[in-house]
């Protein structure tokens, strides 16, 4: 069952803009992480953005600067705003999301889910 829902991908020319989306559907008793992976063909997955809960980002050194993550109001939310794109930029983008799903009075319940993908393209 998919608990992230992608959306925002397309095909665009080099230099152009495109804006991901990223939806929590499922309840869970906090987020402490959200982020923005890709998987380019042939290569592995590698990460691009994070932010976590208190606003900390981290990004690739090949994104720097280019892009922006950011957390909706509702902080279920995720956003990846990408200038400046370069057809190296072309991958399948997954959305994660970490924190804790539950807790009893004996442990927490962690999760770590992943979307489906959103196909990004940019041509030269």
């Known amino acids: 069952q998919v608990h992230l829902v992608e959306s925002g991908g397309g095909l665009v020319q080099a230099g152009g803009s495109l804006r991901l989306s990223c939806v929590l559907t499922?309840?869970?008793?906090?987020?402490?992480?959200m982020g923005w992976y890709r998987q380019a063909p042939g290569r592995q997955r590698e990460l691009v953005a994070t932010i976590t809960d208190g606003g900390s980002t981290n990004y690739a050194d090949s994104v720097k600067g280019r892009f922006s993550i950011s957390r909706g109001n509702a902080k279920n939310t995720v956003y990846l705003q990408m200038n400046s794109l370069k057809p190296e930029d072309t991958a399948v983008y997954y959305c994660?999301?970490?924190?804790?799903?539950?807790?009893?009075?004996?442990?927490?319940?962690?999760?770590?889910?992943w979307g489906q993908g959103t196909q990004v393209t940019v041509s030269s």
């Open positions: 994660n999301a970490e924190g804790i799903l539950s807790v009893d009075p004996i442990r927490e319940f962690e999760y770590d889910y």
């Open positions: 499922r309840s869970v008793y906090n987020i402490e992480v």
